[in-house]
């Protein structure tokens, strides 16, 4: 099963689902509202990329008050086989967050990775990302958590600084209330 292919075949939907057009119209107006979107700016396509992923995963639908992957698996993916709805069955149940890669294999095409928060480990097929990403890596990224193979939804943004550094800086308010900081 060519999970990229599927991916695309979801996206193409939603791109030119009239219903889904509106709501991604209405998202961006969600979206951008405090923000003004210049897509002359360095990063706009690591927002570009956090908008679909949202979007796509996450905004439930203001029509069918499901997200428009959710949809999809409903509208867009008549007469598929079963394996390929099961995919699409599972992108209700993506895992969306900051990861810390623990290693990495070129060989294999395979990265493991770890929540920030110590909410899980994956080991994800991801051929190219492989080949860059070193141990202490963070990512910001969302997994398909796939029983056989994990994979990444394509979007993924590498973050500067290693894990260590992004704990001290996303606990530094806490650690003066009182918390402990524990790495």
């Known amino acids: 099963m060519n999970t990229r292919k599927l991916l695309d075949k979801m996206r193409g939907w939603i791109e030119h689902d009239p219903v889904m057009k509106l709501e991604a119209l209405e998202a961006g107006g969600e979206f951008f509202a405090f923000h003004d979107y210049d897509s002359a700016l360095p990063d706009r396509k ?19 008050l499901k997200t428009p992957a959710e949809v999809f698996l409903r509208y867009g993916a008549r007469g598929l086989k079963k394996a390929e709805k099961e995919f699409y069955a599972a992108l209700a149940r993506t895992v969306f967050g900051m ?6 294999d070129a060989e294999a095409g395979l990265v493991r990775v770890r929540r920030l928060d110590g909410e899980g480990e994956w080991t994800v097929l991801d051929v190219l990302g492989s080949r860059g990403m070193k141990a202490g890596n963070v990512l910001f990224a969302r997994i398909i958590a796939l029983a056989d193979q994990p994979v990444f939804t394509g979007w993924v943004a590498g973050l500067p600084g290693g894990a260590r550094e992004i704990r001290e800086t996303m606990l530094r308010p806490r650690v003066g209330a009182g918390m402990r900081l524990i790495i």
């Open 99 to 104: 990861f810390e890669v623990v290693s990495s």
């Open 46 to 64: 690591t927002l570009a990329g956090l908008f679909v992923e949202w979007f796509t995963y996450d905004r439930k639908t203001t029509r069918y």
